[in-house]
């Protein structure tokens, strides 16, 4: 089992920044690819970055070059940097945590933490 916490979230004026952070608990927080993903009103839940265990990351076309991951291990966090922000980026951001073993996966989520870029 592994327990999320997402914590960051608020209200900003467009073209700022806000950095999210998850804290982990409950397994070996290195072993997991962690991801944040997002959902808007009415819309789907969507993919927003990953970072694997390796830290090689993935990034969702709409957020290239704005937003960036990171993970600390031996704080057992990741981060999502936000910059250049946009009323489109409003949404409840998620943090994920994904593992494989073998042929079964182990998928955990936080709360979320509600993102507001308005003026």
């Known amino acids: 089992q592994v327990q999320l916490v997402e914590s960051g979230g608020g209200l900003v004026q467009p073209g700022r920044s806000l950095r999210l952070s998850c804290a982990a608990s409950?397994?070996?927080?290195?072993?997991?690819?962690m991801g944040w993903y997002r959902q808007a009103p009415g819309k789907q839940r969507e993919l927003v970055a990953t970072?694997?265990?390796?830290?090689?990351?993935n990034y969702a076309d709409s957020v290239k070059g704005r937003f960036t991951i990171s993970r600390d291990n031996a704080k057992n966090t990741v981060y999502l940097q936000m910059n250049g922000l946009k009323p489109e980026d409003t949404a409840v951001y998620y943090c994920?945590?994904?593992?494989?073993?073998?042929?079964?996966?182990?998928?955990?989520w936080g709360q979320g933490t509600q993102v507001t870029v308005s003026s």
């Open positions: 994920n945590a994904n593992r494989v073993i073998v042929t079964t996966r182990y998928t955990y």
């Open positions: 409950g397994s070996i927080f290195s072993l997991y690819t």
């Open positions: 970072i694997t265990t390796g830290s090689g990351t």
